[in-house]
């Protein structure tokens, strides 16, 4: 579902080139849950980027459900990202001003798909498994970090996208928490045979991976599946 | 762009402003408030001069249309056809001559030079309220002869000393006295004052009125011409369409309606008064949409990453930008409504206790046109500012964003 061939991303800063990523093959199947770990600056934010539609790369392609992306005009790419992606990033980026039960809505709400009773009913059921349906009608400031990260989570999920994106969504929280989010994604792996790609450079990570791809200085150098 | 979107940058704007910085919200309604207020404040004040002083015009002076002799020429003569051919037109209320002649006015020890204007006090009563502004004593009658009466300027008051007074007077007339007035022919005569009438008009204030009957004594033949002739409209008809009326048929060469001669007369000032309103206007606009510019500027810069965010999970960059752009038209709309109040406040407050001159009483002469207008431009200034910054955050590459 996703394929990519010798995908490279050059910043050019100046006269100074920054090769970010430097010739990435991969595929990734449905339902499986992927690690990408590596030293900082190894290029992971930048993979998960392109893959997301969320940067153009320098050179190479990406397939999407057989879709060359490059030929996604912007407002395509907006609408592949809101009917078909979820994004958790290490950010909540919660919007401050509304509910979690508003917030986890949000993307719903955009779809011309989604009827207001369904997703409105998918949001409580999703609160619900995380744990948050008595924090519903909060505000983000008036929860801890690990909760709104796991109200992003939701935020991610509520359209049931086909692929689920996160970079790092436990660098802000304790081990504790990490567990919480990481049991979490394990969850949905399982259950709804969510496909996730995430970032990490914590090792003890690793377990709840089924696949692990290591980059450094923006090449495979491992790929375990 | 379509009816969902908008619906979610409607409700993201609302929401934002219903539980983000509550002071900040309110701190730019106010001054959206205050730019309105400034803006409608100063050109209907001068509007509410402009419209003191043409009322007056109208009422003692030139009437709604003013017909004056052809160049060259002293008098209208043919006077009696002159006024039955007017007051025969249709639109016109009533015509009524005026005559004047310089004198000297003398009450006791005090000499003072005027002008005597006759009248015809049935005609001019149908054209001029002056009657209606009697202090003392009683308005001329059709016959009389040898009444005058005087403004409240000329006949002065008698507790002020004389080298106190800013217009000279005869120093305290009262109604029944007698004054001589000697005119410039030699006509010498005493008239009994029957009234004091005080206009708030200076130059009516500084004048005296006797009957036609009296003046063709003064001039020792029975006057059939006027120095001029005022015309009152009837109700529904403009001056413009009187005065065209009478020129077409050949009343006289020389008829003007009194914004014909407002605009020679008092031109200049209504040019000033255009350019102090202009300025007005242009600052107002310039807070209003600098204050709008800043507002949305320092919300977009603080939620950059957010903004990055949110398009990456899908929110349409047009939704952001509506987002914030909805925020602007509501704090606008909110800001304008207020500045609404304040002027109507004002307005009422001035209609009730209005800045009182010799010259002109102002009060904030203002229409409901005037404020859709003045809504309108301040509305679009607000817009425009909040869209910019608006657009250019909702453009931002999501990666660069979202690095913040
Ligand atoms: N916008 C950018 N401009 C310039 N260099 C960048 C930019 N984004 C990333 N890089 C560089 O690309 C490399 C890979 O970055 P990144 O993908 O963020 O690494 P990781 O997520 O593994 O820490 C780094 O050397 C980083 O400095
Ligand atoms: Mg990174």
């Known amino acids: 579902m996703i394929r990519t061939t010798n995908l490279r991303k050059i910043y050019r800063m100046g006269n100074v080139e920054v090769k970010a990523l430097d010739g990435v093959d991969?595929?990734?199947?449905?339902?499986?849950?992927?690690?990408?770990?590596?030293?900082?600056?190894?290029?992971?934010?930048?993979?998960?980027?392109?893959?997301?539609l969320l940067d153009l790369q320098t050179t190479g392609d990406i397939w999407l459900d057989s879709i060359d992306v490059d030929r996604l005009t912007d407002y395509e790419k907006t609408?592949?990202?809101?009917?078909?992606?979820?994004?958790?990033?290490?950010?909540?980026?919660?919007?401050?001003?509304?509910?979690?039960?508003?917030?986890?809505?949000?993307?719903?709400?955009?779809?011309?798909?989604?009827?207001?009773?369904?997703y409105r009913a998918d949001t409580v059921k999703i609160l619900k498994q995380i744990g948050l349906s008595d924090r519903s009608s909060h505000l983000p400031r008036e929860l801890s970090g690990g909760e709104q990260q796991r109200v992003a989570i939701a935020r991610a999920i509520v359209n049931k996208p086909d692929i689920l994106f996160a970079d790092e969504p436990c660098a802000n929280l304790d081990t504790e928490n990490s567990s919480v989010v990481l049991d979490l994604f394990d969850e949905i792996n399982h259950e709804l045979k969510q496909t996730i790609i995430m970032v990490s450079h914590e090792d003890w990570h690793s377990k709840y991976f089924h696949r692990i791809i290591r980059l450094r200085d923006g090449k495979i150098v491992e790929d375990s599946g | 762009m379509g009816k969902k979107e908008l619906k979610v940058a409607?409700?993201?704007?609302?929401?934002?402003?219903?539980?983000?910085?509550?002071?900040?919200?309110?701190?730019?309604?106010?001054?959206?408030?205050?730019?309105?207020?400034?803006?409608?404040?100063?050109?209907?004040?001068?509007?509410?001069?402009g419209q003191t002083i043409k009322t007056q015009i109208v009422d003692y002076e030139v009437g709604n249309v003013l017909v004056s002799p052809q160049s060259g020429d002293q008098y209208v003569t043919d006077l009696d056809a002159t006024l039955d051919l007017i007051n025969g037109m249709p639109g016109v209320e009533r015509a009524t001559p005026h005559y004047s002649k310089g004198a000297t006015l003398k009450y006791r020890q005090r000499i003072l030079g005027s002008s005597i204007r006759a009248i015809r006090p049935i005609d001019e009563k149908s054209v001029s309220p002056l009657y209606t502004k009697m202090i003392a004593g009683s308005y001329l009658g059709e016959g009389?002869?040898?009444?005058?009466?005087?403004?409240?300027?000329?006949?002065?008051?008698?507790?002020?000393?004389?080298?106190?007074?800013?217009?000279?007077?005869?120093?305290?007339?009262?109604?029944?006295?007698?004054?001589?007035?000697?005119?410039?022919?030699?006509?010498?005569?005493?008239?009994?004052?029957?009234?004091?009438?005080?206009?708030?008009?200076?130059?009516?204030?500084?004048?005296?009125?006797?009957?036609?009957?009296?003046?063709?004594?003064?001039?020792?033949?029975?006057?059939?011409?006027?120095?001029?002739?005022?015309?009152?409209?009837k109700p529904g008809y403009t001056e413009k369409s009187v005065k065209d009326v009478l020129m077409s048929y050949g009343v006289s060469p020389k008829v003007q309606t009194t914004d014909d001669l407002l605009s020679k007369a008092i031109g200049s000032v209504l040019q000033s008064f255009d350019i102090i309103n202009m300025v007005s206007l242009i600052v107002s606009i310039i807070i209003t949409t600098v204050v709008l510019f800043i507002v949305i500027t320092i919300k977009t810069i603080n939620s950059r990453k957010q903004i990055g965010i949110l398009r990456a999970i899908g929110v349409h960059k047009e939704v952001i930008m509506h987002n914030y752009g909805f925020q602007v038209i509501i704090l606008a709309v909110f800001g304008i409504t207020l500045g609404i109040v304040i002027a109507s406040l004002l307005a009422l407050y001035l209609s009730i206790y209005p800045i009182v001159t010799p010259e002109w009483s102002a009060y904030m002469h203002l229409t409901p046109i005037d404020l859709v207008w003045n809504s309108l431009i301040l509305f679009a200034a607000a817009v425009f500012a909040g869209y910019v910054p608006a657009y250019q955050v909702s453009r931002e590459e999501i990666q660069s964003a979202m690095r913040v």
């Open chain 2, 144 to 233: 009389d002869t040898g009444e005058i009466i005087i403004g409240k300027t000329i006949a002065g008051d008698s507790s002020i000393r004389e080298e106190d007074e800013f217009y000279p007077s005869l120093g305290g007339v009262r109604v029944g006295d007698s004054i001589t007035v000697e005119y410039g022919n030699g006509y010498t005569k005493d008239y009994r004052v029957k009234g004091i009438f005080s206009t708030g008009w200076t130059s009516t204030d500084n004048a005296a009125f006797i009957t036609w009957s009296d003046m063709e004594l003064v001039e020792g033949e029975s006057l059939d011409k006027a120095e001029y002739i005022t015309v009152k409209t």
């Open chain 2, 10 to 49: 409607l409700f993201l704007a609302w929401r934002s402003l219903r539980r983000g910085s509550r002071s900040s919200a309110i701190l730019t309604i106010v001054i959206i408030g205050m730019c309105f207020t400034n803006m409608i404040f100063l050109p209907s004040l001068f509007a509410g001069i």
């Open chain 1, 79 to 118: 609408m592949f990202r809101l009917y078909k992606l979820g994004y958790v990033f290490q950010d909540y980026a919660l919007v401050p001003e509304l509910t979690v039960a508003e917030n986890v809505c949000l993307p719903a709400m955009l779809r011309s798909d989604r009827k207001e009773e369904e």
């Open chain 1, 26 to 52: 991969l595929t990734i199947g449905k339902g499986e849950f992927v690690g990408i770990m590596g030293p900082s600056g190894s290029g992971k934010s930048t993979l998960l980027h392109l893959l997301g």
